[in-house]
């Protein structure tokens, strides 16, 4: 079990451009959590997903960001229009049922710099 | 005021010493989380508590639900032990609201 795997590591982006964030969780986990974590900030809840559905996106921003996690494949956490303030590192977690009272598992972490 | 509190932010200590980092917390909880953070690198579960005390090895969390108080405590600490330490606690719903996290440095 290769644990929650993260890709890219890095990303860089230009101004404008797209970004998407890829995350597998765990084998056998089916809900999966992004967080994100500015310079020099702590970490802030993003987006909480159970396979095709969104259950709380409350901390998205409105606008440019979007986050999916299909049937099959990885969830995808996507950024439209990037800019510099989006520069951050961004962290998924998985867990096997619908509450964070399980353990967290956290993948690597992307590490995104748009320049 | 955040509604997860750790003290100190910065903790610098030598090889051996007893390091306890603090977490305070002002709303309800089901759960809490300590993790371990590396520079550039990824986040590791140290712990979940709900009520009492656990241990790993070196590591002691207790947790106070009264009076709303975790501790986190590193016995005979070691250079490796150098990390950023997060606690985190699970309030409502699905997530969780992190500390602003503990930068330890352990010294040779």
């Known amino acids: 079990n290769a644990g929650v795997m993260q890709n890219p590591r890095h990303l860089v982006r230009r101004r404008g451009q797209e970004a998407r964030l890829r995350c597998s969780p765990m084998?056998?986990?089916?809900?999966v959590y992004w967080y994100r974590q500015l310079p020099e900030e702590g970490l802030k809840f993003m987006v909480y997903l159970q396979k095709e559905n969104i259950i709380d996106e409350s901390g998205m921003p409105k606008e440019r960001f979007s986050a999916e996690f299909p049937k099959e494949g990885p969830s995808i956490l996507r950024i439209q229009q990037v800019v510099r303030g989006d520069s951050a590192a961004y962290f998924c977690?998985?867990?096997?049922?619908?509450?964070?009272?399980?353990?967290?598992?956290f993948g690597q972490g992307t590490r995104l710099t748009v320049v | 005021k955040n509604e997860v509190e750790q003290s100190p932010q910065n903790l610098t200590a030598q090889e051996g010493e007893f390091i306890t980092i603090n977490c305070s917390y002002s709303v309800g909880i089901s759960a809490l989380h300590w993790l371990q953070q590396h520079p550039g690198g990824g986040i590791v579960s140290l712990f979940m508590l709900s009520s009492g005390k656990k241990k790993h090895g070196r590591l002691i969390a207790t947790i106070n639900i009264q009076e709303k108080h975790s501790s986190l405590h590193i016995t005979a600490s070691h250079p490796r032990d150098s990390a950023v330490y997060i606690c985190a606690v699970r309030t409502s719903g699905s997530r969780l609201t992190f500390g602003e996290g503990t930068q330890l440095t352990v010294n040779p």
């Open positions: 977690a998985s867990s096997g049922r619908g509450s964070m009272n399980t353990e967290a598992f």
């Open positions: 084998k056998g986990h089916s809900h």
